[in-house]
């Protein structure tokens, strides 16, 4: 059995992502982590980060996991700005961080998208997909919530 971190990249602690991220860590005994429960500065060309940054103690915690579950909401059809400062700072590990970089190659990168809607739009997934691919990490499923009333319906889109 595989081990599993779902990190949650959404403006809102408390919104539907998180309950969808819920959801998907019932299946798949994921254990959840709030990126707003972290410092993560975005990506600086001159790597001068606040002493207070937590992306390298992420990064160690994340090569400690078989999987991984990135989960954000869609906004305006991409990733929230969060997911893409964090999804951003991989460049520190593959320029300044190249050991802890080449620990991601080989374990398995998901994506979970949350909506008002039954389906993402088609581009939503690629930036997930081509870094994974990049990273030498293997990529899917890709996993979707969308709203419907008070409730928060899930379904794996791939396999």
């Not at 005994?29 to 992420?58: T, V």
């Not at 951003?88 to 809607?117: I, N, P, Q």
Request: charged letters at 25%; proline letters at 3%; glycine letters at 10%.
């Amino acid at each position: 059995m595989s081990s599993t971190l779902i990190i949650v990249g959404s403006a809102r602690g408390d919104g539907n992502t998180v309950d969808a991220a819920r959801q998907l860590s019932d299946q798949t005994g994921g254990k959840l982590l709030d990126l707003l429960e972290y410092s993560i500065a975005p990506y600086d060309y001159a790597h001068d980060y606040p002493a207070q940054d937590n992306f390298l103690a992420l990064a160690r915690r994340i090569v400690t996991y078989d999987r991984v579950i990135l989960a954000s909401p869609v906004y305006w059809y991409s990733m929230s700005g969060g997911m893409k400062d964090f999804l951003d700072r991989f460049t520190d590990l593959l320029t300044f961080h190249k050991d802890l970089g080449r620990r991601l190659r080989g374990l398995e990168m998901a994506v979970l998208s949350c909506s008002g809607e039954e389906r993402a739009n088609d581009g939503f997934y690629e930036p997930f997909r081509l870094s994974a691919e990049y990273l030498g990490m293997s990529y899917g499923p890709e996993y979707h919530g969308w709203v419907r009333g008070k409730r928060i319906l899930l379904r794996q889109c791939t396999d």
